[in-house]
Every structure is written in structure tokens, then in C-alpha cells.
């Protein structure tokens, strides 16, 4: 009786632990410098090319100091800096699927110095916009994780489409972006 009590919580173990497991699993999509290292630039140096990224208006590859922020960055040493309306994109080696759950993280920074009065991150596929953020601010001197949703559904009509990265900023201010993952 013991050992068949054994074998019974063993395979209900082994179930649950299948079907923890077996229900889904993530996979990553690249970005191309992701978090802004591939150009070297160091603490306070700024560089108006931003490798891997199409630029769009004021932006540039920037190494921020402890006076702008603080805390440091999230990831490595350099940011890209948006200015004033400015953008920039990234077009994926990946397209629209169905049925799948998208999630974009971006962290957003406000240097200490200079205001950030808003921000835009989209991810697109085929030129549409499918999901956006622009929120929240983070605190001045910080970065703050900013997350895109977007489930696609069996029938989208951008399916197909390559997907595409958008970060702006929207009106008189500077963002930072950093650490971006989907």
C-alpha cells in the first residue's frame, strides 16, 4: 500500500511538473545592439551614429555619467539618447506569428539634468503599429522598465509582416533607452 501511494504522488509530481512545463515556453527574438555597446563611446562621450539602428531627428549614442544618473545604467555603459521629437528603429529578422504573445521591455530613463516631457515605444509588423507605451516617466535621474504587450490572434491582418522596434521621444525632451528585450 505504501509503495503504491508512492508511485500515485510520484506520477501526479511528474504531471503537474510536465504540464508546468509543457504548456508554453519563451523564445527570445534578437535586437541588434540591444543595449547600445556595439560603439564605445565611455562615460560623458557621445557619438551621433547609433550601429544597427536607423536614426531619425536628434539621436546619438551616449555615455551617461553619476551626475546624470545615479544609480548607473541598466545594462553596460551606453544609452541611446532621442532628443526633441526624434527616433529610431530597428526592423527584426522575425515576422508577425500567429497565436503568439509578444512582450517588449524597455528600460526609459530621464537624465537628472535635462526633462523628459514624453516618450513612444511601438512594436510594428509591416509598417502598422500593433502595441505602444508611453508611460510611465521615470523618476529624473532613473531608468524604469517599460513593458509592450501584444497577443496576436489567428487571423491578424499583419501577420507575415516583419516585426519592427520604434523608440521616440514626443515633444521638448531627451530620452534614454536601454536594455531592450522581446
Not at 77 to 104: C, F, K, R
Not at 109 to 133: E, H, K, M, P, T
Amino acid at each position: 500500500m505504501k509503495r503504491s501511494m508512492k508511485t500515485a504522488l510520484w506520477m501526479r509530481v511528474a504531471s503537474v511538473a510536465f504540464c508546468v512545463t509543457g504548456t508554453g515556453y519563451a523564445n527570445s527574438i534578437p535586437v541588434n545592439n540591444a543595449s547600445f555597446e556595439a560603439d564605445f563611446v565611455g562615460l560623458g562621450g557621445t557619438l551621433s551614429t547609433i550601429s544597427g539602428w536607423t536614426q531619425n531627428g536628434s539621436t546619438s549614442t551616449y555615455g551617461p555619467t553619476t551626475t546624470q544618473f545615479p544609480g548607473g545604467v541598466p545594462n553596460g555603459i551606453n544609452v541611446a539618447a532621442v532628443d526633441d521629437g526624434a527616433s529610431i528603429s530597428q526592423t527584426l529578422a522575425a515576422t508577425l506569428t500567429a497565436l503568439t504573445q509578444y512582450t517588449l521591455v524597455v528600460y526609459v530613463g530621464q537624465r537628472a539634468d535635462y526633462g523628459l516631457s514624453g516618450f513612444l515605444i511601438s512594436l510594428d509588423a509591416g509598417g502598422n503599429v500593433l502595441a505602444s507605451a508611453s508611460s510611465p516617466i521615470p523618476a529624473t535621474g532613473t531608468f524604469t522598465a517599460v513593458t509592450v504587450n501584444f497577443l496576436s490572434g489567428a487571423s491578424n491582418p499583419n501577420l507575415g509582416g516583419t516585426l519592427s522596434i520604434v523608440l521616440a521621444t514626443t515633444g521638448y525632451a531627451q530620452a534614454e533607452f536601454d536594455a531592450i528585450s522581446l
